[in-house]
Structures are given as C-alpha cells and as structure tokens.
C-alpha cells in the first residue's frame, strides 16, 4: 500500500527520534501551553458559572469540559486526509518531553558545576515547585535528581504508553489530565477539591506506565552494570513510601541504581515538608552521579522506544 494511512504504526518511533532530535523550540507553539491557557479560562469559569457547585464537581466539570475539547480537536486535525499523517507525527512528537527534560536538567546542572550556584537556583526553580533560593549545592543535585526521574515516567514514558496503545487522541487526553494534575493537582485551600479529579486521575492514567518505567530502569541497569541486585533488593520497599502512588517507582529505583539519596527536609511555598527518604540514605548527589542518572534516564526511555515500536510492528 502507498496510503500513508498504512505506515501510522511508524508514528510512535519517529515520534522520539523527532523528540530527541529537536527536543521543544521555543519559536514553535506547543500544544501543552495552550492546553494551560484554556485551563485558566475553565478554572476562571468554575469560578464564575459554577461557583455554586462543590469544589469537586467543579473541577470535575472543568477537567471533563477541557478533556473531550482536547479530544475532539486532536481528532479532527488527525483526519484530515493525507495531511492528517503529518499532523499526528507533530501532535504525537510535541508530546514527548524526553530532549527537553534532559537538556533543561543539563543546563542547571552544567550551571552548578561552573560553580554558578545561583543562576542555577533560578534555572531549576523553572522545573520544580519546590522553593530553591536557600538550596546548597548538594540539594541542587538531589533536587534535580528527583525531578528527572519522575518526569521520566510523566513526561516521556507514560504519554508514550498512551499513544501506543490508543493513538494520539488518547495520548493528548493523558497529556491534559497530567497538565490539569500539574496545575491544579495541589492540596492547598484554593485546590484541594477543585483539583481531586484531576489528580486522582493522573495517578490511574500513570500507574502502569510508572511501573514499566521502574522495570525498564532494571534492564538498563543491567547494560550500565550498574547495582541492580541492590536496587531491586530495596526499591520496592522505598517506592511505596511516597504519598504519590506512582512517583515513588522511578524515583527509588534511580536512587538506588545510581547509590545515591532522594528525599528528606524540602522547603515548598516557604514550609518545611519532610519527604520519605529514598535510596541509601546519607549518599549525596556528585557531578559524576548526576551524569550516571542522566544516562540511565536516557538509554530507559530508549529502550522502552525499541520495544514499543517492535511490539507494534509485530502486532
């Protein structure tokens, strides 16, 4: 067949080659930025038309307003004939966040090891919503530490499971629910209920990807000949700690492949929370550490690539 209809099972691989090619241009609009404008103008409805309804429900509202919006609009722009393949490989490539979580994380980390501590305070502060302008340089390192292994699953794993397994429709519909949970998932007064269904949400659409993520990581320690007796002795044990339910997977079983702490004091919006410590405890985060998780994090979502898309090309 010359349909390019018939070669849609090569979407999910060029997709990341696509991703790790040219990561997330700043010139380029990004389909995620405008999801998080329209989900001001939700929360600002819920506000306003729906301020007489529980938070919950309001939220519940939102989220599904913006979910089926999203739904239905990545649709209809992936079945436009012919030009359809082409915008499914850019929905599905703009997706995918691995080039840019690691090249973000590299700046902070190439920043710190300058011996510039406070420009990458500032750089890291637009990755995490942790406070970091009293942060050391060793919490620096873990702080970054601990964001590139759980964005792994968010970012890059999890949305690649998705569009595997339903297309990109069910991609962009994990993508906005991750994007509400990142915006609105927070349990403070303003959030607590108007974000639930967001959140709790998130934490089903993630579960399983998070925990390939945590396997995959294992087979990769492996090839790295990293301590993966250790990480798999003490791992599991660690991940359920966490109050996320998915978080703490990627996170344990990098602390423990690399030897190295995650977890402890952390200050978020000017109070101290004290988060379960992950990994051998007492180990801080060196340069060489940090390069160590980035190649993991890496050559993990690689790996996971291959086998999506030989699984596709077989099924």
Known sequence: MTDLAAYTWTIPGLAVLFDLLLGDPRWLPHPVRLIGN???????????AWSGLPGRLAGFFAAMALVVLVAVTVYALTSIGPAG??????????GLALRCLLSEAGHVHRLLES??????????????????????????????????????????VAPFFWLCLGGPVVMWIYKTISTLD????????????????AAKTDDILAWIPARITALTMLVTGLIMKLDVRQAFKYSLKDAV??????????????????GAQMGGPTMY????????????????WSA?????LAWLVLMTGLLLACIGQMLLFFI
């Open 38 to 48: 329209l989900a001001d103008g939700f929360e600002l409805l819920a506000q306003s």
């Open 85 to 94: 393949f082409f915008v499914t490989l850019y929905l599905c490539y703009a």
């Open 115 to 156: 011996g510039q501590l406070t420009e990458a305070k500032v750089a890291l502060s637009m990755l995490v919503t942790r406070d970091t302008g009293s942060m050391t340089a060793d919490e620096v390192r873990r702080s970054l530490a601990e964001t590139v292994s759980e964005n792994l699953n968010d970012g890059f």
């Open 182 to 197: 990142s915006m609105w998932g927070y349990k403070t007064e303003k959030y607590a209920d108007f974000g639930w269904f």
């Open 241 to 258: 700690k966490m109050e996320s339910p998915n978080a703490g997977y990627p996170m344990a079983f990098s602390a423990w492949l690399v």
């Open 269 to 284: 919006f000017g109070e101290i929370k004290n988060k379960p410590v992950l990994g051998p405890q007492g180990e801080v």
């Open 288 to 292: 060489e550490k940090y390069s160590k």
